[in-house]
């Protein structure tokens, strides 16, 4: 179908979009497009307004620092997928975008946009939850918060944000070089939505013991999820065969969803399948300094 | 309803036109400049059949309204055959190897390995899949138009031509 009508506006500065957006009723951002277009098309949405943040410069641009790099919120999924530096300090977001969407999607979805639909499945917000991503938000006059990605995803596709409220960029923590990472994925077909997937990062101690080990799983439950319990059980093991089995059992303890694509029980014996893959490849990519 | 006057650089030609904002690039390409070469299938960013450049990236047609493309440099398949009619090496791959049965598909795959060959010369069976991911066919198996694929990019290397 066509979308409905709306009102279109395309501001060239932050201040003025958020403006825009607080004096408009049932107004939304428009960002890269890939989802909310697909939605206006199906008529799930009718907004009166739309406001596009493309045109806003500042949003976009990738910094990396000692610690953390900075992703401008209009940053789009193709140019992370191929920045040499975040391949360098965050080899998994490459890994990871590979499974987002297709390449004609990836040149316009950005990830602010994927992080505002927060889709169950969406590989950048479990990536965003994996490290423990900081979320800036403009808000009026002028104004800035900071929020804990765990804070900023509040539900189902339900981000912490004010309807006149704009992601600016997420910050994402940087973990050590030769760290261990893995982003495994199911889905029926190439870029579908997934039906489970499971992304780790993990450093070893001189002596091979994981030290630090982060899990996250998507598209199993409402939210992407943190395996709290099995990253502390797994700390200071080695990752022999028997504590990795232990280490699925706690998937158990996952909100899971069912639907038309796969049942609860399904998505569960998926992930676990995701996870266990997602877990040997980062202990055997942990301290090796080619990747 | 608001409209918005729209200009684009299309295929090399200045091109404008007045549209509703909720107009997509797709539609506007199509029913106010008539290149109807650009095919709407699905019309929600699935089936690839819509697939344009625009500033040199592929883009879905369907999921970008034409306002946002205002001031844009906008590719579409009426671009690949010279003014004489001399067939785009992708084109002529494309006749060669039979990959096209119904054509529906075929703009957006022309279009979208445009940009693979542009980046990757020498593309691998397996890169020439990925890159088609996004473009469903349902005639050939996709065999054909992988085979086309490698055939132009041969082409193209050996002429030393941009795709």
Known sequence: MKPPPFEYFCPTGLNEAVELLAAHENSKVLAGGQSLMAMLNLRYLFPDVLVDINRIDELAGIAVASGAARIGAMTRQRVIETNGEIARVAPIFREALKLVGHRQTRNRGTIGGSLCHLDPAAELATLALLHDAVVEIAGRDGGRRRLGIHDFIAGFMMPNIEMHEIVVAIEVPLWSAGHGYAFHEFARRHGDFAIASAACLLEKDGGGAISRISIALGGVGSVPQRLSAAEEFLLGKRGEPGNLASALEFCAGLELIGDFHGSAEYRLSVVRSMLRKSLELALARAGRRDT | ?163
């Open chain 2, 1 to 163: 309803m608001r409209t918005h006057l729209i200009e684009m650089k299309v295929n090399g030609k200045a091109c404008s036109g007045e549209a509703v904002a909720r107009t997509t690039l797709a539609d506007f390409l199509r029913h106010t400049l008539h290149l109807t070469g650009t095919h709407v299938g699905c019309e929600h960013g699935v089936c690839g059949a819509c697939t344009v450049l625009v500033d040199g990236v592929s883009t879905r047609g369907c999921l970008m309204l034409a306002v946002q493309a205002n001031g844009a440099r906008v590719e579409t398949v009426e671009g690949l055959a010279s003014a004489e009619g001399v067939l785009h090496p992708l084109q002529q791959a494309f006749r060669d190897q039979h990959g096209l049965q119904c054509g529906f598909c075929t703009p957006g795959m022309l279009i979208t390995l445009k940009e693979l060959l542009a980046e990757n010369p020498d593309p691998t069976e397996d890169e020439v899949r990925d890159a088609i991911s996004g473009n469903i066919c349902r005639c050939t198996g996709y065999q054909s138009i992988v085979a086309a694929a490698l055939q132009a990019a041969k082409e193209l290397r050996r002429s030393g031509s941009a795709p």
